[in-house]
């Protein structure tokens, strides 16, 4: 019964477009800021944000692919690095919004998953390549006060702070594909798994190997000659820390 409820429950949320589920959610941004500024109010508008913690249902989450975080690839190593990320990478069912510095947003479900905190900065970083941040609402007071956590939406203008200093270059946040109006979003699981990422397990490793941003991936021949050599294999794994526990899932991730 509780269950059932459950799942209806999930459906509902589900079944409902980001932009319904982010109503009175999105808040203006001035003078080509990417953060909202009281006193900036009544000035240009130049964007918006949706602030997370105003959602109305806490599943909707956002992963941040911070490409060439080190701004040291040109343009065009930059477009192929986010194309094999798109191509490779993400389940169809997200929305896509290319961010000002070239990154990539990617909206879909946490689906119960369990995060550290509303801002999950750096859980992955690949040399200088590329840097992956999750935002979401675990939360939405701490300590009485309630936790902004703000993400830039399609269609704004930003100027980059450098050094406190607002640089005279305006960029803009696009939206790649159309699943603004879509529903039932691709499940955060499924895009870590992709990267074999478990933000639950101590040992965090990921299997990007190649400097592109690409996965050599297992080919059937050995995944099944894997798998047929487990066959009949009994694996003894008496511990009473989760440390030294085993897991043979990575493998075939």
């Given at each position: ?7 209806a ?7 409902r ?51 060439d ?18 191509n ?52 939405t007071?701490?300590d ?46 499924d ?63």
């Open positions: 019964m509780i269950s059932d409820a459950f799942d429950s999930r459906e509902q949320v589900q079944s477009t980001i932009k319904q589920r982010i109503e009175g959610a999105v808040v203006d941004l001035y003078e080509y800021r990417k953060f909202a500024d009281d006193k900036l109010k009544n000035k240009l508008l130049t964007g918006h944000a949706i602030d997370l913690c105003l959602c109305k249902d806490n599943d909707l989450c956002i992963n941040d692919f911070d490409i975080h080190a701004c040291k690839l040109n343009e065009e190593e930059k477009e192929k690095i986010r194309q094999n990320i798109i490779n990478m993400f389940p169809s069912n997200v929305w896509l919004v290319l961010t000002a510095r070239g990154g990539i947003h990617v909206y879909c479900n946490s689906n119960g998953y369990k995060l550290p905190s509303n801002k999950n900065e750096k859980l992955v970083t690949f040399g200088d390549s590329l840097e992956i941040d999750i935002f979401a609402q675990m939360y007071h701490k009485g006060k309630l936790v902004e956590n703000r993400v830039v939406l399609p269609e704004s203008k930003v100027r980059i702070m450098d050094k406190g200093v607002q640089k005279k270059e305006i960029l803009h946040y696009k939206e790649l594909n159309d699943w603004f109006n879509a529903t039932h979003l691709a499940s955060l699981f895009i870590l798994g992709k990267w074999n990422l478990d933000q639950t397990a101590k040992d965090k490793d990921f299997c990007i190997i190649n400097d592109d941003c690409t996965i050599d991936q297992m080919s059937k021949d050995i995944a099944d000659a894997c798998i047929e050599g487990l066959k009949g294999l009994s694996i003894h794994n008496d511990t009473n820390t989760l440390e030294r526990e085993i897991s043979l899932l990575p493998l075939f991730m």
